[in-house]
């Protein structure tokens, strides 16, 4: 009976890729639009000196909401909408390099880890320009110190500030002036260093905290839940839990990473060692809240989402095969 709770992996070769690319798109679309405002809202608090401009999550958004409006928690976003790309190639490469481990290992923490630290090398190499470009539009309208580039505001009669057209080209234009090409891929050392092990991290405690094969060792959802329970509502749970665990284990990373492209540093060692002088342990904990609070519906939707894709994608000769 316990081996039936076992959740299986449907794997690369399972797919019909035709359909999985198709819906692919809406559910990466989806979750970034879920996501985007707490996004926003842990670089602020990554970036901001201390507690200067807001004293935490909540008041980070009730703040950007009275001043900027809505629009103001979606600073950037038009330009972090390319990371599409990133997103459907974290996916390709992710399963790809699970089918090529699997030639070698069968078991699928090692393929999970493996997998994961190389889908997010390849996606970061196509992130961190539109990263930066975004997160220098997230800061527009904070103090002056705390972006090296401004671009013009709009004030409206309520006092609210808003973004005129063509500020994404304007700032584009500022950093490459500035830096050149380079520029566009400051912090990307620091963003291998925050995010690979993130990746690595969180699809082995995905599939441990979900109990799929392999894991059966392991206490699991699986086991604690009635035998009734349904195997996407489990996946639903343990993505969270895995976000969280791997949130907590990268964050600090997380923190040096943001202040490299937020601020202009070049060293992330230095970066590091100036957080630590100046703001101590807790400074290693920015946005730690706000990045798992932004990580649960990434995780929920991710998870129902991406899990969703794989069965409607399946190849139909293996449908009757398998048990939800």
Known sequence: MQQNRNIQIIEWEDLDKRKFYSFGVFMTMTIRATVYPATLIRTRLQVQKGKSLY?????????????????????????????????????????????YVSNYSKDNTIKSLVAGGAASL?????????????????????????????????????????????????????????????????????????????????????????GKKDFESWKQLSKMAPSDCPHLLLQAMAGPLAAATASTVTNPMDVVRAR??????????????????????????????????????TAIVMVVGYETLKRVSLRPELVDSRHW
């Open 55 to 99: 004293n935490g999550t909540f008041d980070a958004f009730f703040k950007i909401l009275r001043a900027e409006g809505v629009r103001g928690l979606y600073r950037g976003f038009m330009v972090n909408t390319f990371t599409l790309i990133s997103g459907q190639a974290y996916i390709t490469t992710y399963e790809l390099v699970r089918k």
């Open 122 to 210: 390849v996606a970061q190499t196509i992130t961190v320009p539109i990263d930066v470009i975004s997160q220098q539009l997230m800061m527009q309208g904070q103090g002056k110190h705390l972006t090296r580039f401004r671009v013009k505001l709009k004030t409206e009669a309520d006092g609210k500030t808003k973004m005129a057209f063509g500020q994404t080209r304007n700032m584009i234009a500022q950093i490459f002036a500035a830096d050149g090409f380079q520029g566009f891929y400051r912090g990307y050392v620091a963003s291998l260093l925050t995010y690979i092990p993130n990746s690595a991290v969180w699809w082995p405690f995905y599939h441990f905290y979900a």
């Open 260 to 297: 490299v492209q937020v601020e202009g540093r070049t060293s992330v060692i230095e970066t590091f060692r100036h957080l630590l002088a100046e703001e101590g342990f807790w400074g290693m904990t920015k946005g730690l809240s706000a990045r798992i609070i932004s990580s649960i519906p």
